[in-house]
C-alpha cells in the first residue's frame, strides 16, 4: 500500500514560487507514476504534472512555470512552481500509480492534499 504526504503548501504573493514536496512510503517513486493535481473550490480535481521513470508531463497551464523532479534517496517527488499566479490558488494533491496518466480515475494511491492561495 502506497501512502503519499503532501506539504509545503501556504501563501505565496502573485509572480512568487513555492515548492511542494510529496513524500511517498510503502513504494518507490523511481518505479511508480506520480503526479499533481489541483482542485479550485466548486471545480473538478484537474492534472497538473507528472513524473515517471521515462517521462515527464506538464498540464499547458503550467508549462514554462512550474516544474517536477523526484529525489530517488528522500523517495519524494517535487512540484516547484514559480510565477505563480491567482488561478493557481487551490489544493494540491499528489497521486501515484504504475501507469502515467492525467485522469484522476487513473490513480489509486493519493495523499491529503496541501492548500495552496496565491495573493494579489
Known amino acids: 500500500q502506497v501512502q503519499l504526504a503532501e506539504s509545503g503548501g501556504g501563501l505565496v504573493q502573485v509572480g512568487g514560487s513555492l515548492k511542494l514536496s510529496c513524500a511517498a512510503s510503502?513504494?518507490?517513486?523511481?518505479?511508480?507514476?506520480v503526479s499533481w493535481f489541483r482542485q479550485a473550490p466548486g471545480k473538478e480535481r484537474k492534472f497538473v504534472a507528472a513524473?515517471?521513470?521515462?517521462?515527464?508531463w506538464l498540464a499547458d497551464s503550467v508549462k514554462g512555470r512550474f516544474t517536477i523532479s523526484r529525489d530517488n534517496a528522500k523517495n519524494t517527488v517535487y512540484l516547484q512552481m514559480s510565477r505563480v499566479k491567482p488561478e493557481d490558488t487551490a489544493v494540491y494533491y499528489c497521486a501515484a500509480d504504475a501507469v502515467m496518466s492525467d485522469e484522476a480515475a487513473g490513480y489509486d494511491y493519493w495523499g491529503q492534499g496541501t492548500q495552496v492561495t496565491v495573493s494579489s
Open positions: 510503502g513504494g518507490t517513486v523511481s518505479s511508480l507514476a
Open positions: 513524473l515517471s521513470s521515462r517521462d515527464t
